[in-house]
């Protein structure tokens, strides 16, 4: 499985990015997908995370911000930010999780900047 991440940038705090990655390979063996993200001197961590079912979670952090969508028919998932924050700032890593829901597949990071 490849995941092909893009849509990172540097944008003013209250501002918008939508981030998109493709997956491509053996994308039967992809159950959920979702977002991580590691800011500089910090632990990764889960950003947003959707099933193959639409079924979605995400970190306090984000929720009422962030919104992950998914097209299975392209193989594809999405993170729409809204109202970014300076503490967005973070490489954000697409990832997929095998059907044993362990994050076994990730993309390459993107970068997020959010200034003040």
């Known amino acids: 499985v490849q995941l092909q991440a893009s849509g990172g940038g540097l944008v003013q705090a209250g501002g918008s990015l939508r981030l998109s990655c493709a997956a491509s390979?053996?994308?039967?063996?992809?159950?959920?997908m979702g977002w991580y993200r590691r800011a500089p001197g910090k632990q990764r961590e889960l950003v947003a995370r959707?099933?193959?079912?639409?079924?979605?979670n995400y970190a306090d952090s984000v929720k009422g911000r962030f919104t992950i969508s998914r097209d299975n028919a392209k193989n594809a998932v999405y993170l729409q930010m809204n109202s970014l924050k300076p503490e967005d700032t973070a490489v954000y890593y697409c990832?997929?999780?095998?059907?044993?829901?362990?994050?076994?597949?990730w993309g390459q990071g993107t970068q997020v900047t959010v200034s003040s």
């Open positions: 990832n997929a999780d095998n059907w044993d829901n362990a994050p076994v597949y």
């Open positions: 390979g053996s994308i039967f063996a992809i159950n959920a």
């Open positions: 959707i099933t193959k079912g639409g079924y979605t």
